[in-house]
């Protein structure tokens, strides 16, 4: 009877886990780290709105309560990085370590002159 009991627990145990390994929705580390972009392109943009300037750096941004762990860190745990220059154009890199760089750069402000929205901005295509 035990024996039957354990066989039985372990079998569920077995199913769990498979089920965990198959089913459950994980991103890939790159799409994960243009997820992470996108949002860090939507809290540069909230920032410039708020302060009439782009963050000086992505530390500056305030803590956003949907990150799990740091929003400047890419899927491997390295910092992205982030520059900007005198013609608002933003660029936000990763180095993964198993490819190429995954780069990602949007104009924070408008032709006419004010600051994007986040919704409807598109990254520069190259």
């Known amino acids: 009877m035990r024996l039957t009991f354990a066989v039985a627990i372990a079998s569920i145990l077995a199913i769990g886990f498979l089920c965990y390994l198959f089913i459950t929705d994980r991103q890939p580390p790159?799409?994960?780290?243009?997820?992470?972009?996108?949002?860090?392109?939507?809290?540069i943009?909230?920032?410039?709105?708020?302060?009439?300037?782009?963050?000086p750096t992505l530390k500056s941004l305030p803590?956003?309560?949907?990150?799990?762990?740091?929003?400047?860190?890419?899927?491997?745990?390295?910092?992205?990085?982030?520059?900007?220059?005198?013609?608002?154009?933003v660029i936000l890199t990763s180095h993964p370590p198993d490819g190429p760089a995954i780069v990602r750069s949007f104009h924070a402000k408008t032709p006419k002159g004010t600051w994007a929205e986040e919704l409807g901005l598109y990254w520069i295509e190259k």
Do not use: F
Not at 30 to 43: A, N, P, Q, V
Not at 45 to 55: E, G, K, W
Not at 63 to 86: F, N, Q, T
């Open 45 to 55: 943009l909230n920032y410039a709105h708020v302060h009439n300037s782009l963050p």
């Open 30 to 43: 790159r799409d994960e780290t243009l997820t992470t972009m996108w949002c860090l392109k939507r809290d």
């Open 63 to 89: 803590p956003h309560l949907v990150y799990i762990g740091d929003p400047a860190k890419d899927a491997w745990g390295k910092d992205i990085e982030y520059k900007h220059g005198s013609n608002d154009i």
